[in-house]
């Protein structure tokens, strides 16, 4: 490539990021702060954030120990401008910058992809934007999600894992695996991609690989090459599950504490055995699967386009085949593992990864034709990038399909919405009446008042070392109030509920009932030891231990 045409690319790249962060800040600020809603994984992720740099008690150990913390340490940076800009967290602002970041990123990442895989820069830039433009995609590099960033990397994998198996060039190899440790440390998805990947390594040194105009290795080289290729893919993601098992339990004590603490996405997910829609899935393999075949079949256009150009290029029945299906089916497959031990959503963004992979694989696909097949095969994916816009599209529309998806851009209905703008009413009523008081409250339900109040070191929280003292004896340490939310599906379980279960409906002799907010929230005086009883102190009235 020539200089001239190299810096004509580079500043096309550029001017694709640009675009695609512009429209992406300029829906995710709407969203957000005209509209007032953030999802509230995505605040959640902010506030864990918040909490390392602005809280009674601020540390590392305060961005939690259940969700990868990466979407968390990267929001941290855009919150050292929370004292200038306080939106980046009462409004979830930090997590749209990041988020639109991310997805401008993933554009200028496909388009560099195709240039560097032999594809002109007009497709190239075609490609990007068929992608970047999915509607489905624009909501979620607008809404704050850690999606954004596992997207962007699991792409990378894929794009450097298709190169090695193009060229062989080792450097492909280990961009790949750094970028797998990376989606790693945001999403837990990475771990199936991984296995996927893995497969995919000995199906491409002892077959794939067989005929490329060198020696043929006898089958123990060939082992010792898996071997060899195995430890620079996923030494970085094998080592950073074991880095994260490690600060679980250095920190919490509890080596599985992301797995099957009070906060734990299966603890989470045990309210769906009250769904009889739900246990229907986990109590039937066959029912569970085509639940699964039903959400992923709309993201699986662009992979019947490459199966379709393998089968008239005559390659369909060749291992790459297998190892595009393997990179595929890792997303579904772990849904269905997670469906079994009754521990999913099976929301339909969890099934969306499995449309990036693909896309990625695209520039490694075209890149294998030459002159009218690849114009032919481009212009087909093409046409399944935007059969894939249209159907993702009307799936927004369609609550019964992307519930979570048309809740967040219609919010009707949307419980979530309602809760945030109440939460928002209680941290001022909290800011005007109470600004230099003590307020002891569990931060994963209260994080949204957290965020939106002027004085969030007034709170003591979760992550506050004291705070598990103090929960025990309130009335020993300088403890004022309790704000203690009303039990209610949907909401996490807040510790206060867990140590006194009765505290919110009937109090104790220890407190004082000082307000009730909508229903939800009571907001509870705690009482000087000479106004209560031995027998009604607190420590005698716990029924867990904090």
Known sequence: MSFRKWSASRWMGIGLFVFIL??????GIYFSYVLGYMHTDALSRVANAFYVLY????????????????????????????????ALASYGLAAVILSATFAALTAMLLYRAGVRTGLSSRM?????????????????????????????????????????????????????????????????????????????????????????????????????????????????????????????????????????????????????LNDDKFVEIFSSPLVALKFIASKTIWYSVPLFAILFIRLLSGRLFRWGTLIILLLFLSVPGLQFLLMMKQSSYGWFRYFMYVFPITVAWLPYELSQLQGRWRRAAFGLVSVSLLLTAGLLSYALTRPDIAPDENSFLTRTGNVNYVRQESDRKIAVWLDQHLPKSTIMTDSASAYTMIVYSQYPKRFLITSDYSFNKALSYPQDNHVDYILVPKIMSGMPLSKIN????????????????????????????????SLTTTKGSPSTETTTNP
């Not at 512009?22 to 829906?27: F, I, K, T």
């Not at 913390?69 to 004292?83: D, H, T």
């Not at 006194?500 to 000087?528: D, I, M, S, T």
């Open 124 to 272: 190239s830039l075609l490609l990007a934007l068929l992608y970047a433009l999915n509607p489905f995609v624009l909501l979620f590099g607008a809404n704050g999600l850690s999606d954004s960033l596992y997207i962007y990397f699991i792409m990378m994998t894929v794009i450097e894992f298709a190169l090695w198996l193009k060229d062989r060039m080792t450097a492909s190899l280990i961009v790949s695996g750094l970028a797998l440790a990376m989606a790693f440390w945001t999403r837990y998805e990475a771990v199936p991609l991984g296995v996927a990947m893995a497969v995919g390594v000995v199906l491409a040194i002892l077959f794939l690989h067989r005929n490329l105009g060198r020696r043929e290795l006898v089958w123990r080289e060939r082992l010792h090459k898996v071997e060899a290729t195995w430890l620079l893919l996923l030494l970085p993601v094998v080592f950073s599950g074991l880095l994260w098992i490690f600060f679980n339990y250095l920190i919490m004590g509890n080596a599985l504490y992301f797995l099957n603490s009070e906060y734990s996405n299966t603890a989470q997910s045990a309210e769906l």
């Open 55 to 86: 809280s009674r008690d601020p540390h590392l150990g305060a961005i939690g120990f259940i969700w990868n913390p990466l979407p968390s340490l990267l929001e941290m940076v855009i919150l050292l401008l929370y004292p200038i800009f306080p």
């Open 22 to 27: 512009a429209l992406e800040l300029s829906a």
């Open 498 to 529: 867990m140590v006194y279960p009765n505290l919110y409906e009937h109090g104790a002799p220890w407190v004082q009932l000082e307000r009730e907010f909508n229903g939800e929230w009571r907001l509870y005086k705690v009482l000087p030891k």
